[in-house]
Structure formats: structure tokens, C-alpha cells
């Protein structure tokens, strides 16, 4: 079970994920040992345990088992040279995650990786967070870039987006980010307001789009700025 998959380190957590299977692919499981949780929450006592945990702010960074499953999820349209789009980047984890993912094997990078939080606060934090994982280069290099915006909109100039990954729930399907999922290309996001399941949104090379509900899940509202705060 996911709650038992908490650990005393990084590399047991992984363990315990593979163990339970949530963790399938050796590139998710090379990918996740390589970008340490304790880097991304506030407190240590909690940075592998398999539960959500509060960052500020009004958010949370959600539980290792919820970042493995998007990870699975989204793996086959996460390769060299892919545009990855993280709405809701919050602690910056998933961005570690994702820049790991689409980084060639030896050859030029060529992808990016985009971060787009609401509040400044939290894409300040994000970027020192990945700085202090090792990732102040890549940031630099503009491989990963952290925007402060409103995610619902997505972040067109970088698009379009081989893998979009949504960290709140939003009440549909935002259109805009529909519109900025590459062909071929996959969402992962939390939709519903009481009510909420984790939709795989995939677009065909032909742009037919097509919706599968995988399982539900309980998320902050992915909103504003001001109704955050509140």
C-alpha cells in the first residue's frame, strides 16, 4: 500500500515504491533516486515520508507515491529533446524529476522544462529548492525555467508541450492547456471540486483528444493568487 511506503532515506523510499509497485520503470526509479525529497520540504523529519507535506503558502509538496504514479503516467512522451510544462510546480520537485527524464544520453540537452506557480513566493522557493539539489546550472542554462503566472493559461511562448503536468484540481479541463499539449502529447491533472480523479488527457498526432480517469485523489483547487491566500 502507498502509506507504507515511507522510509528513513531517499533511496529506501524508491526501494519501498518499486517494492509495492508503484515505481515500474528503472528510468522512474533512476530519475526519483536522482533528485532528493529532502531538498524540496521544509521539514527534514518529513522528507520521506509517503505523505503530503506543507511547504507555505497555502500549498503542499504531494506524497512520493502521487509524484510516482504521474511520473509512470506521463514516461512515454518523456524523452530527449521533450518540452515538459508543470502547472502548480510548488516546491520545484517534479522539475528535478522531469529535466532527469528528458536529458539525453550523452548528446546536446535540448528540451525544457517549465514551472509555472501563482505566487512568488513559492517559485522563489522552488528555484532555491533546485538549487540546492544540484540543479543551479540547469537552471542557468535555461533547461529549466520557473515562471511566476497563472497556470490555468499554461505558458504558450514555450509551448507546445509533450507532457503536461497539473499539481491542483481544476474544476474541467483548462482549454488553454489543452491547446498547448503537443501532437502527439499527455496531461496528467486532477479534475472535479468535491469530487476529483486524476485524468490522462492524451492528443493524437492528428489532434483527436482523448480522456481516461484513473483514480481519484483529493487535491488543492488549482486558482488564483488572491484565493490561495485565503
Given at each position: 500500500m502507498a502509506w507504507r511506503c515511507s522510509a528513513s532515506s531517499n533511496s529506501d523510499l524508491i526501494r519501498n515504491l518499486q517494492s509495492s509497485n508503484l515505481v515500474k520503470s528503472p528510468r522512474v526509479a533512476a530519475a526519483m533516486n536522482s533528485v532528493d525529497r529532502a531538498h524540496y520540504v521544509p521539514r527534514k523529519d518529513e522528507a520521506y515520508q509517503d505523505s503530503p507535506a506543507s511547504i507555505?503558502?497555502?500549498a503542499t509538496i504531494s506524497a512520493p507515491h502521487i509524484?510516482?504514479?504521474a511520473l509512470e503516467n506521463l514516461l512515454p512522451f518523456l524523452q530527449p529533446g521533450s518540452k515538459v510544462l508543470?502547472?502548480?510546480s510548488g516546491s520545484g520537485y517534479l522539475l528535478g524529476c522531469f529535466h532527469e527524464l528528458i536529458s539525453g544520453d550523452g548528446r546536446p540537452f535540448d528540451g525544457k522544462v517549465v514551472g509555472i506557480d501563482h505566487l512568488s513566493g513559492i517559485t522563489d522557493l522552488s528555484i532555491k529548492n533546485l538549487k540546492?539539489?544540484?540543479r543551479g546550472d540547469a537552471l542557468s542554462r535555461g533547461e529549466i525555467e520557473v515562471v511566476?503566472?497563472?497556470g490555468r493559461k499554461g505558458y504558450p511562448s514555450e509551448g507546445p508541450y509533450s507532457a503536461i503536468h497539473v499539481g491542483a484540481a481544476a474544476p474541467i479541463v483548462p482549454s488553454d492547456l489543452l491547446d498547448q499539449l503537443a501532437r502527439p502529447g499527455r496531461m496528467f491533472i486532477?479534475?472535479?471540486t468535491y469530487s476529483q480523479d486524476v485524468l490522462?488527457?492524451?492528443?493524437?498526432?492528428?489532434?483527436?483528444v482523448t480522456t481516461q480517469k484513473l483514480f481519484g485523489v483529493?487535491?488543492?483547487p488549482l486558482t488564483d493568487a488572491s484565493e490561495q491566500w485565503s
Open positions: 507555505g503558502f497555502g509524484h510516482a504514479y508543470d502547472v502548480g540546492k539539489d544540484g511566476t503566472g497563472d486532477p479534475v472535479g490522462q488527457v492524451d492528443k493524437s498526432s492528428s489532434g483527436e483529493r487535491y488543492i
